[in-house]
């Protein structure tokens, strides 16, 4: 199969402008490599000589001698981000949220990513069944880490019967090659109760432990349950007491791993600790914080980064009335900031709210599933001051929009309130909080 790519735009006062290369025009080849993707594309783009093919609109190929800083852009970017089409899922996990959401939604949201592309360059995760050995190749050749892995299991055939795919345990081998090759890789279980916990759980840490240091970091969070689970797998929430336990594993393996190596390795999703009713570890227990887009650290790091900017704070006693939403993973951690922050400002009225998400169900605990319309409904005829504060998880990446397509201007309409969003620091709330 031949790869070509379509440019959609060029850079102003770039290499490519001063060429005439133009929107519309299609890169056949670079040092007479054909790219495959954006990975071929960077790897040659990046030499101080390079030879670039270019096909014009009317079909006349242009060649380039182009000479340049190392690793100096050309200033060209196509019509699809990867130079290629999105590897999507072939699995039928167990636990899989895209299949717990309800119809209806933008169809964006039923998209499932499993492309090691998409883990290098975005930190998602990819289960490996759908990886090549030439993909493999590539990954080692140009060194593209870190690899982010949903592990899941260790056992073959559970690995199988959880992925609902007969080569999810032969997948694990891709495991080894990586590994071998000297690439950097984070791991996740989504740990399903009954399942893939207790026995099989300690079978996977100890198993997974074979491929440290490559393997940096293990990631064990709660399978997510929303309400919407009508012909799916039958699964159960967590309890209080296996959270404990789940927990109980995790720090004698952590203590274990320390010892031997330096570092925890395995760490458990935040989830686990507002389940079990148990204090969050400190700060250097995370190891620097490998995997916080997954969940874990994200409460430790947002109180130490408070209590940072909190003690920078002089105070005042000028009248504020605010009002702030989250979930109820948050919640009681916002609650306690807002507490600390009353001792510097004691004319600081803060209404916080609980939302609970009656959209995806109550057993979803995290902002970052909380829908416009939820908020609405349960803010509706409540105090909310001269602001509405929310974080900026619950929008999605650089759009002001919900999960559910409510936008901020229709939310400020809904609730007649002005609705700030806030970064995710410690600093970000405070500064949003005093109004600073």
């Not at 999105?86 to 492309?115: A, H, V």
């Not at 979930?327 to 609650?335: E, M, R, S, T, V």
């Not at 974080?391 to 936008?407: G, I, Q, Y």
């Amino acid at each position: 199969m031949k790869h070509e790519h379509r440019i959609s735009k060029i850079e102003t006062g770039s290499i490519a402008e001063e060429l005439g290369i133009e929107p519309g025009d299609v890169l056949v080849s670079i040092n007479d490599n054909e790219i495959e993707d954006v990975f071929d594309y960077h790897y040659y783009v990046n030499d101080e000589e390079i030879l670039l093919l270019v096909r014009k609109a009317d079909g006349e190929e242009w060649e380039f001698e182009i000479e340049k800083d190392y690793e100096e852009d050309l200033g060209i970017e196509f019509e699809q981000g990867l130079m290629d089409e999105y590897r999507s899922c072939r699995n039928k996990c167990m636990f899989c949220f895209i299949d717990q959401m309800p119809k209806g939604m933008r169809e964006t949201l039923y998209f499932k990513d499993d492309d090691s592309r998409l883990s290098f360059l975005q930190g998602n995760y990819i289960t490996l069944t759908n990886m090549s050995d030439h993909d493999i190749d590539r990954i080692i050749r140009y060194h593209l880490e870190p690899i982010n892995v949903s592990i899941h299991t260790m056992n073959p055939e559970l690995r199988c019967k959880m992925l609902h795919n007969r080569f999810a345990g032969e997948a694990l081998k891709k495991l080894q090659r990586l590994y071998e090759g000297g690439i950097t890789l984070n791991g996740q279980i989504v740990l399903c109760k009954g399942i893939n916990d207790k026995a099989e759980l300690e079978y996977s840490i100890e198993k997974m432990a074979e491929y440290i240091p490559q393997l940096q970091s293990v990631s064990i969070v709660p399978v997510g349950l929303t309400k919407y689970r009508e012909g799916l797998y039958p699964l159960e929430p967590f309890t209080k007491e296996d959270a404990k336990e789940v927990l109980a594993i995790i720090h004698r393996w952590q203590n274990i791993f320390y010892e031997k190596y330096g570092m925890h390795f395995i760490h458990a999703g935040d989830e686990w600790y507002l389940l079990a009713q148990e204090e969050l570890p400190e700060e250097s227990r995370y190891d620097g914080y490998l995997q916080l887009e997954n969940g874990v650290g994200m409460i430790r790091l947002l109180l130490d980064e408070f209590e940072e900017a909190f003690l920078a704070l002089k105070g005042s006693k000028k009248e504020i009335e605010i009002s702030l939403a989250t979930a109820k993973l948050a919640y009681p951690y916002i609650k306690r900031m807002l507490e600390r922050l009353k001792e510097k400002y004691p004319n600081l009225t803060a209404h916080l709210y609980c939302i609970k998400n009656e959209f995806f169900g109550e057993k979803i605990t995290v902002a970052g599933l909380v829908t416009g319309q939820d908020i609405i409904t349960q803010l509706q005829g409540k105090p909310l001051g001269s602001s509405l504060l929310l974080p900026c998880n619950m929008f999605r990446d650089t759009e002001e929009v919900f999960l559910d397509d409510v936008t901020k201007s229709e939310l400020e309409e809904a609730l007649q309130v002005k609705v700030d969003i806030v970064k995710s620091s410690g600093q970000d709330f405070v500064d949003a909080v005093i109004k600073r």
